[in-house]
C-alpha cells in the first residue's frame, strides 16, 4: 500500500525523482547535475511509480501507468554579444549619399530569443558624418570630401535584447574616394629657389588624369609671370651705358633718362621708383632735355631705345602721349620729331627738313601691337634707316603697318626743345607749356645718332637673366611640338600622346643666371586644352596656379686693401709719369655662409658654423676721390693712360674731384686699371700731403665697398723732413709689401733714397759680414787639413762646415716685419702673390734677382742656404 520510488525512463537524462512520503505518494523530481540551456533548451522523458511490494532480486513489485514529464530550461543572459568580424573596410566616392555603405553583424550565444537576438547597434566614435540601424547598416549622413577627409574610423558597439554590451567594439574603415576629376596631378604650389642652384625642374612628378577620356590632343601653355620685378624680369640692374657697352653696342648712346646727378639734373623732378632707375609718369610731369646733350640736326640714320610699361587710360583714348618730343622752342608749335602712345598704337613722327625738292616724304609710322596695352615691360628699339623704319618688340621686328606722308618742315630759325613725358607748346598759346602728358613708366631711354643696331646687339639688350628651360631636349619625344616666347617667359606644347605630354612637361625648369637674383615671388600658370575623339564636348582641364620663390643671395663684402701711406720726395711727383697712387691696391670679395650640421654624439641638434669662401663677381664702378681741397688743376692732377681701358668693358672720366673707372667688368680688371692710376704735382713747394678715399660698387650701387683711404706725404729736400720720413717709413710695415709688386716705380723708390748714414750703415753690417765668413773660412780650412787623410775621394769636394764657434750679428730690425704683421695681411700678401704668379710672366726668381739688384743686399755665396733664406727676410731699405 506504499509507494517505495520513482522511476525515469530515457537515456541518461540528467534528472532523478526522490520519493517524500511512501504513504501519500508524493515525491520530488529534482537535477542531477548543472543544467545548461545552451546544451538543451527542453527535455521529455516517462516517469513511472512502483509500490513496495517487490521481492529480493527486484520483482514482483506493481509499477504505475507511465507518464509525460516535459521539462523547459529557462535561459540567464549570461552571454554578450560579439561581432563576426574583427575589422569592417569599405569605400565610398565622395558626393554622395549612400543608404547604406556596408552591414555589421554581432552574435549572441544566450539560448533564449530575449537574450540571444540583437536588439541595437550604435557608433561609439563621436562627431562623424555617419549613422546605423538596427540591422547594422551604416550610411553617411552627409556628402563626403576627398579634399576634406581621405578616411574615416568609427568604433561601433552591439546590444542584445536584454540590454548586454558587446564586450569589444569593432572597427569600422571608411576610405573616401574622390571623384576623377581631369587635371593635373601630383605637382606642387611652391617651388623654392636657391641662388646659384642653375636650372631647377618645376613639376618632377606631374601627370595629366583625364579619367579615361578619348583625347586627341594637348595642348599645354606655362608662363610664368615676371612683371613684379625691375623691368619684367630679372635683368641686371646695370645702368644703360654698362648694358650696352657689354652686349658690344656701338658707342655714342645718350642716356635721357640717367639717374639724378650733378651733371644730369633734368630728371630730379620726375617719380622714380625703388631701383632709381625707373621713372614712373602719373600724367602730370614733363622733363626738358637741355640744350647741347643731344645733336640738333639727327642724320637719316639714328635709334631710340627704350623699356616702356603702359596700360590704356579710361577716358584718354583720343589723347596722344609723349614719350619723346623734339619741337619749337618758341613761336611755333611745330613737331621736328616724336615718339607717342595714341589709342594703344605706337606711333613715330620724323619731320625732314626742306631742302631743294620740296615733295612728300613719309613722316608717320604707325604699329599696331598688343604689347604696347597690356601693362607689362617690354623692350622697344626704333631704327631709323630714312626712308624705312623698323620697330623691335622684346628682339622680334615689326613693319609699320600705316606710313603716311608730309610735307617737309619749312627752315627756321627757332630753336627746339627735346622733351621726354610730355611734349612742349612752344606757340599758338598764351603761356609755352606741357601737353600731351604720358601715362606710364619708362627706363633707359636712349638716342643714337648717326648708327642704328644689330639684331644680335638688340637681343643681348633685352635678354632675360631669369626664364623658363627644358633640361635634356633630345629626350623629349618625336610627338611633342614646343615654342619659347624671345624672353622665354612663356613657352608652349603640343602633343597627341599623355604620357609623351607628362614627361615633357616633368623636363620643363627655371632657370636664373644672375649672381645675386632679385628675391620674391614669381608667379606660375599653366593652362591645357584638350581635344578629344568625336565628341563635342570635351574634357576641361583646371590651370595650374603655383609660384617660384627666390630667396635673397648671400650678400658678398667688398674689400678694399693695399699701402694706405707713403711718402715720396718732390721731384717724383713732378716728373713727366709722376708717382703711381695705388701700386699694390687688392680688390676681395668674400660671402658668409651659414652651415647646419647635427652632431649625434654630444646630441647637439644644430650647429651653426660660419663659413666665409672668397668669390668672383663684376663691379660696376670705382671712384677715386680728393679728401679735402679739390685737386688744383694749375699744378697736379690724376692721369691714367687711356691705353689700360682697352680690351675691357671699362670706360673712366677725370675731375677735380677724383678719377671714376665704370663699366661692368671683373675685380681683376679693375685692380689692373687702378694700379695704374698716377698722380702728379709740379707746384710741389706749397703742397705737403695729399689724401685720397677708394671705394667701389657692384650692382649700382646694390653692394658697396668700404672706403679705402690712402695717404700721400711729398717730401721736400730738407734734412729733417727727410729723416722724419725715415723714421715713418720703419713704423709702416705695409710700405714694406710693396717691395713684392715690381710695378711701376716702387722699387725705384728705395734706391733712390737711401741717403748716406744708411749706405754706412750697409757697409758696415757688409764688413762685418765679410769678416765673419772669412774667419768661418780659415776654421774650414785647418779642419780639413786636420780631417784629409781620413776623407778622400768625391767627400774632398764637400764643403764640411764647423760652426760650433760660428757666431753671427743680425741687424734687430730685419725681424721688424714679419712679427708685426698682423694675419690678414699676410694672408693678403700670400694670396697677392699666387695671383702674381698666375698672371705675370716673371719667375719667382727674376724677382728676386731684380729686388738684389736695385736694393744692394748682402750678397750670401749659393752654397749657404741657410743664409739665403735669412737674406729673403732682410728687406733693407
Same mark, same amino acid.
Given at each position: 500500500?506504499?509507494?517505495?520510488?520513482?522511476?525515469?525512463?530515457?537515456?541518461?537524462?540528467?534528472?532523478?525523482?526522490?520519493?517524500?512520503?511512501?504513504? *501519500?505518494?508524493?515525491?520530488?523530481?529534482?537535477?542531477?547535475?548543472?543544467?545548461?540551456?545552451?546544451?538543451?533548451?527542453?527535455?521529455?522523458?516517462?516517469?513511472?511509480?512502483?509500490?513496495?511490494?517487490?521481492?529480493?532480486?527486484?520483482?514482483?513489485?506493481?509499477?504505475?501507468?507511465?507518464?509525460?514529464?516535459?521539462?523547459?530550461?529557462?535561459?540567464?543572459?549570461?552571454?554578450?554579444?560579439?561581432?563576426?568580424?574583427?575589422?569592417?573596410? $569599405?569605400?565610398?566616392?565622395?558626393?554622395?549619399?549612400?543608404?547604406?555603405?556596408?552591414?555589421?553583424?554581432?552574435?549572441?550565444?544566450?539560448?533564449?530569443?530575449?537574450?540571444?537576438?540583437?536588439?541595437?547597434?550604435?557608433?561609439?566614435?563621436?562627431?562623424?558624418?555617419?549613422?546605423?540601424?538596427?540591422?547594422?547598416?551604416?550610411?553617411?549622413?552627409?556628402?563626403?570630401?576627398?579634399?576634406?577627409?581621405? /578616411?574615416?574610423?568609427? =568604433?561601433?558597439?552591439?546590444?542584445?535584447?536584454?540590454?548586454?554590451?558587446?564586450?569589444?567594439?569593432?572597427?569600422?574603415?571608411?576610405?573616401?574616394?574622390?571623384?576623377?576629376?581631369?587635371?593635373?596631378?601630383?605637382?606642387?604650389?611652391?617651388?623654392?629657389?636657391?641662388?646659384?642652384?642653375?636650372?631647377?625642374?618645376?613639376?618632377?612628378?606631374?601627370?595629366?588624369?583625364?579619367?579615361?577620356?578619348?583625347?586627341?590632343?594637348?595642348?599645354?601653355?606655362?608662363?610664368?609671370?615676371?612683371?613684379?620685378?625691375?623691368?619684367?624680369?630679372?635683368?641686371?640692374?646695370?645702368?644703360?651705358?654698362?648694358?650696352? +657697352?657689354?652686349?658690344?653696342?656701338?658707342?655714342?648712346?645718350?642716356?635721357?633718362?640717367?639717374?639724378?646727378?650733378?651733371?644730369?639734373?633734368?630728371?630730379?623732378?620726375?617719380? @622714380?621708383?625703388?631701383?632709381?632707375?625707373?621713372?614712373?609718369?602719373?600724367?602730370?610731369?614733363?622733363?626738358?632735355?637741355?640744350?647741347?646733350?643731344?645733336?640738333?640736326?639727327?642724320?637719316?640714320?639714328?635709334?631710340?631705345?627704350?623699356?616702356?610699361?603702359?596700360?590704356?587710360?579710361?577716358?584718354?583714348?583720343?589723347?596722344?602721349?609723349?614719350?619723346?618730343?623734339?619741337?619749337?622752342?618758341?613761336? @611755333?608749335?611745330?613737331?621736328?620729331?616724336?615718339?607717342?602712345?595714341?589709342?594703344?598704337?605706337?606711333?613715330?613722327?620724323?619731320?625732314?627738313?626742306?631742302?631743294?625738292?620740296?615733295?612728300?616724304?613719309?613722316?608717320?609710322?604707325?604699329?599696331?601691337?598688343?604689347?604696347?596695352?597690356? +601693362?607689362?615691360?617690354?623692350? !622697344?628699339?626704333?631704327?631709323?634707316?630714312?626712308?624705312?623704319?623698323?620697330?623691335?618688340?622684346?628682339?622680334?621686328?615689326?613693319?609699320? !603697318?600705316?606710313?603716311?606722308?608730309?610735307?617737309?618742315?619749312?627752315?627756321?630759325?627757332?630753336? =627746339?626743345?627735346?622733351?621726354?613725358?610730355?611734349?612742349?607748346?612752344?606757340?599758338?598759346?598764351?603761356?609755352?607749356?606741357?601737353?600731351?602728358?604720358?601715362?606710364?613708366?619708362?627706363?633707359?631711354?636712349?638716342?643714337?645718332?648717326?648708327?642704328?643696331?644689330?639684331?644680335?646687339?638688340?637681343?643681348?639688350?633685352?635678354?632675360?637673366?631669369?626664364?623658363?628651360?627644358?633640361?635634356?631636349?633630345?629626350?623629349?619625344?618625336?610627338?611633342?611640338?614646343?615654342?619659347?616666347?624671345?624672353?622665354?617667359?612663356?613657352?608652349?606644347?603640343?602633343?597627341?600622346?599623355?604620357?609623351?605630354?607628362?614627361?615633357?612637361?616633368?623636363?620643363?625648369?627655371?632657370?636664373?643666371?644672375?649672381?645675386?637674383?632679385?628675391?620674391?615671388?614669381?608667379?606660375?600658370?599653366?593652362?591645357?586644352?584638350?581635344?578629344?575623339?568625336?565628341?563635342?564636348?570635351?574634357?576641361?582641364?583646371?590651370?595650374?596656379?603655383?609660384?617660384? @620663390?627666390?630667396?635673397?643671395?648671400?650678400?658678398?663684402?667688398?674689400?678694399?686693401?693695399? =699701402?694706405?701711406?707713403?711718402?715720396?720726395?718732390? $721731384? /717724383?711727383?713732378?716728373?713727366? &709719369?709722376?708717382?703711381?697712387?695705388?701700386?699694390?691696391?687688392?680688390?676681395?670679395?668674400?660671402?658668409?655662409?651659414?652651415?647646419? *650640421?647635427?652632431?649625434?654624439?654630444?646630441?647637439? &641638434?644644430?650647429?651653426?658654423?660660419?663659413?666665409?669662401?672668397?668669390?668672383?663677381?663684376?663691379?660696376?664702378?670705382?671712384?677715386?676721390?680728393?679728401?679735402?681741397?679739390?685737386?688744383?688743376?694749375?699744378?697736379?692732377?690724376?692721369?691714367?693712360?687711356?691705353?689700360?681701358?682697352?680690351? +675691357?668693358?671699362?670706360?673712366?672720366?677725370?675731375?677735380?674731384?677724383?678719377?671714376?673707372i665704370y663699366g661692368v667688368d671683373s675685380m681683376f680688371s679693375y685692380e689692373q686699371v687702378l694700379r695704374q692710376l698716377r698722380y702728379r704735382n709740379w707746384g710741389?713747394?706749397?703742397?705737403?700731403?695729399?689724401?685720397?678715399?677708394?671705394?667701389?660698387?657692384?650692382?649700382?650701387?646694390?653692394?658697396?665697398?668700404?672706403?679705402?683711404?690712402?695717404?700721400?706725404?711729398?717730401?721736400?729736400?730738407?734734412?729733417?723732413?727727410?729723416?722724419?720720413?725715415?723714421?715713418?717709413?720703419?713704423?709702416?710695415?705695409?710700405?714694406?709689401?710693396?717691395?713684392?709688386?715690381?710695378?711701376?716705380?716702387?722699387?725705384?723708390?728705395?734706391?733712390?733714397?737711401?741717403?748716406?748714414?744708411?749706405?754706412?750703415?750697409?757697409?758696415?753690417?757688409?764688413?762685418?759680414?765679410?769678416?765673419?765668413?772669412?774667419?768661418?773660412?780659415?776654421?774650414?780650412?785647418? $779642419?780639413?787639413?786636420?780631417?784629409?787623410?781620413?776623407?778622400?775621394?768625391?767627400?774632398?769636394?764637400?764643403?764640411?762646415?764647423?760652426?760650433?764657434?760660428?757666431?753671427?750679428?743680425?741687424?734687430?730690425?730685419?725681424?721688424?716685419?714679419?712679427?708685426?704683421?698682423?694675419?690678414?695681411?699676410?694672408?693678403?700678401?700670400?694670396?697677392?702673390?699666387?695671383?702674381?704668379?698666375?698672371?705675370?710672366?716673371?719667375?719667382?726668381?727674376?724677382?728676386?734677382?731684380?729686388?738684389?739688384?736695385?736694393?744692394?743686399?748682402?750678397?750670401?755665396? +749659393?752654397?749657404?742656404?741657410?743664409?739665403?733664406?735669412?737674406?729673403? /727676410?732682410?728687406?733693407?731699405?
Amino acid at each position: 500500500g506504499e509507494i517505495c520510488a520513482f522511476k525515469i525512463h530515457g537515456q541518461e537524462m540528467p534528472f532523478e525523482a526522490i520519493v517524500l512520503n511512501k504513504t *501519500s505518494g508524493e515525491g520530488r523530481l529534482r537535477a542531477k547535475s548543472p543544467i545548461d540551456c545552451e546544451l538543451q533548451k527542453e527535455y521529455t522523458f516517462i516517469i513511472q511509480a512502483y509500490d513496495c511490494g517487490s521481492g529480493p532480486g527486484g520483482t514482483n513489485w506493481k509499477k504505475s501507468h507511465k507518464a509525460v514529464v516535459h521539462i523547459q530550461v529557462k535561459d540567464v543572459n549570461e552571454f554578450s554579444p560579439a561581432f563576426k568580424e574583427s575589422m569592417y573596410k $569599405a569605400s565610398v566616392t565622395e558626393g554622395k549619399i549612400y543608404d547604406s555603405i556596408l552591414q555589421v553583424e554581432a552574435t549572441d550565444e544566450d539560448c533564449s530569443p530575449q537574450f540571444s537576438q540583437i536588439c541595437n547597434y550604435e557608433i561609439v566614435t563621436t562627431d562623424v558624418p555617419f549613422a546605423i540601424d538596427r540591422n547594422g547598416n551604416i550610411r553617411n549622413t552627409e556628402k563626403l570630401s576627398y579634399d576634406k577627409q581621405h /578616411q574615416y574610423e568609427i =568604433m561601433v558597439t552591439a546590444f542584445d535584447c536584454g540590454q548586454k554590451r558587446a564586450t569589444e567594439d569593432v572597427l569600422v574603415r571608411v576610405n573616401v574616394k574622390p571623384v576623377c576629376k581631369p587635371g593635373w596631378q601630383d605637382w606642387n604650389k611652391r617651388i623654392e629657389y636657391r641662388p646659384g642652384s642653375g636650372s631647377i625642374p618645376l613639376f618632377p612628378s606631374i601627370h595629366l588624369e583625364t579619367c579615361d577620356g578619348p583625347v586627341s590632343s594637348i595642348h599645354t601653355t606655362i608662363e610664368l609671370q615676371t612683371n613684379s620685378i625691375g623691368k619684367g624680369c630679372d635683368r641686371e640692374t646695370y645702368s644703360e651705358k654698362s648694358l650696352q +657697352k657689354l652686349c658690344g653696342a656701338s658707342s655714342g648712346a645718350i642716356d635721357l633718362l640717367p639717374s639724378p646727378s650733378t651733371t644730369a639734373n633734368w630728371t630730379a623732378g620726375l617719380l @622714380m621708383d625703388s631701383n632709381d632707375m625707373i621713372f614712373k609718369f602719373d600724367g602730370k610731369q614733363g622733363a626738358k632735355i637741355p640744350d647741347g646733350i643731344v645733336p640738333k640736326n639727327l642724320t637719316d640714320q639714328f635709334t631710340i631705345t627704350l623699356w616702356m610699361k603702359h596700360g590704356p587710360s579710361p577716358g584718354l583714348r583720343a589723347e596722344k602721349e609723349t614719350i619723346l618730343c623734339n619741337s619749337d622752342k618758341t613761336e @611755333m608749335n611745330r613737331h621736328h620729331y616724336a615718339l607717342y602712345v595714341h589709342n594703344c598704337r605706337l606711333v613715330f613722327l620724323l619731320r625732314k627738313d626742306f631742302d631743294q625738292a620740296d615733295t612728300f616724304r613719309p613722316a608717320e609710322f604707325h604699329w599696331k601691337l598688343d604689347q604696347i596695352c597690356d +601693362k607689362e615691360w617690354h623692350y !622697344y628699339v626704333v631704327n631709323v634707316e630714312f626712308p624705312v623704319v623698323t620697330l623691335y618688340t622684346d628682339g622680334a621686328t615689326y613693319e609699320p !603697318y600705316l606710313v603716311t606722308n608730309d610735307w617737309p618742315i619749312h627752315p627756321s630759325h627757332i630753336a =627746339m626743345q627735346l622733351t621726354v613725358g610730355a611734349c612742349w607748346q612752344g606757340g599758338e598759346v598764351t603761356k609755352p607749356r606741357f601737353a600731351q602728358y604720358f601715362h606710364g613708366s619708362l627706363a633707359s631711354l636712349t638716342i643714337r645718332p648717326g648708327k642704328i643696331e644689330s639684331q644680335k646687339v638688340i637681343s643681348c639688350l633685352q635678354a632675360c637673366k631669369e626664364g623658363l628651360d627644358i633640361n635634356s631636349l633630345e629626350s623629349l619625344g618625336q610627338g611633342i611640338k614646343y615654342h619659347f616666347n624671345p624672353s622665354q617667359s612663356a613657352l608652349v606644347m603640343e602633343g597627341d600622346d599623355i604620357e609623351n605630354i607628362n614627361q615633357a612637361l616633368q623636363k620643363v625648369s627655371y632657370i636664373n643666371s644672375r649672381q645675386f637674383p632679385t628675391a620674391g615671388v614669381r608667379r606660375l600658370k599653366v593652362s591645357s586644352k584638350v581635344q578629344c575623339f568625336g565628341e563635342d564636348v570635351c574634357i576641361s582641364i583646371p590651370d595650374i596656379d603655383a609660384y617660384v @620663390m627666390v630667396f635673397q643671395a648671400n650678400e658678398p663684402k667688398i674689400t678694399i686693401t693695399g =699701402m694706405d701711406h707713403f711718402a715720396r720726395p718732390a $721731384a /717724383q711727383f713732378e716728373s713727366e &709719369r709722376g708717382v703711381i697712387l695705388l701700386p699694390d691696391i687688392r680688390i676681395v670679395s668674400t660671402v658668409t655662409k651659414m652651415e647646419h *650640421s647635427v652632431d649625434l654624439r654630444e646630441h647637439d &641638434r644644430v650647429n651653426k658654423q660660419v663659413v666665409v669662401e672668397e668669390m668672383l663677381h663684376n663691379l660696376d664702378f670705382c671712384d677715386v676721390l680728393v679728401i679735402g681741397a679739390e685737386l688744383d688743376p694749375e699744378q697736379e692732377c690724376l692721369e691714367l693712360d687711356r691705353g689700360e681701358l682697352q680690351g +675691357k668693358h671699362l670706360d673712366a672720366t677725370n675731375s677735380t674731384a677724383g678719377y671714376s673707372i665704370y663699366g661692368v667688368d671683373s675685380m681683376f680688371s679693375y685692380e689692373q686699371v687702378l694700379r695704374q692710376l698716377r698722380y702728379r704735382n709740379w707746384g710741389t713747394s706749397a703742397a705737403s700731403d695729399r689724401k685720397f678715399r677708394v671705394k667701389c660698387s657692384e650692382l649700382n650701387g646694390r653692394y658697396t665697398s668700404n672706403e679705402f683711404n690712402l695717404e700721400v706725404n711729398i717730401l721736400h729736400s730738407s734734412n729733417s723732413n727727410f729723416m722724419d720720413h725715415v723714421n715713418h717709413m720703419i713704423f709702416q710695415p705695409k710700405f714694406l709689401q710693396s717691395v713684392q709688386h715690381p710695378e711701376g716705380s716702387v722699387s725705384a723708390v728705395h734706391s733712390s733714397v737711401v741717403p748716406s748714414v744708411a749706405t754706412m750703415v750697409i757697409i758696415i753690417c757688409v764688413s762685418i759680414l765679410v769678416l765673419v765668413v772669412t774667419l768661418g773660412v780659415l776654421r774650414l780650412r785647418s $779642419a780639413r787639413q786636420r780631417g784629409s787623410l781620413g776623407h778622400e775621394g768625391p767627400k774632398d769636394n764637400e764643403m764640411d762646415w764647423d760652426d760650433s764657434a760660428l757666431t753671427i750679428t743680425v741687424n734687430p730690425m730685419e725681424k721688424y716685419e714679419k712679427p708685426h704683421q698682423t694675419e690678414e695681411e699676410s694672408e693678403e700678401e700670400d694670396i697677392d702673390d699666387e695671383e702674381e704668379d698666375t698672371t705675370s710672366a716673371e719667375s719667382d726668381d727674376s724677382e728676386e734677382e731684380e729686388e738684389e739688384e736695385e736694393e744692394e743686399e748682402v750678397i750670401v755665396q +749659393k752654397g749657404d742656404k741657410q743664409n739665403a733664406t735669412r737674406q729673403e /727676410q732682410l728687406e733693407w731699405d
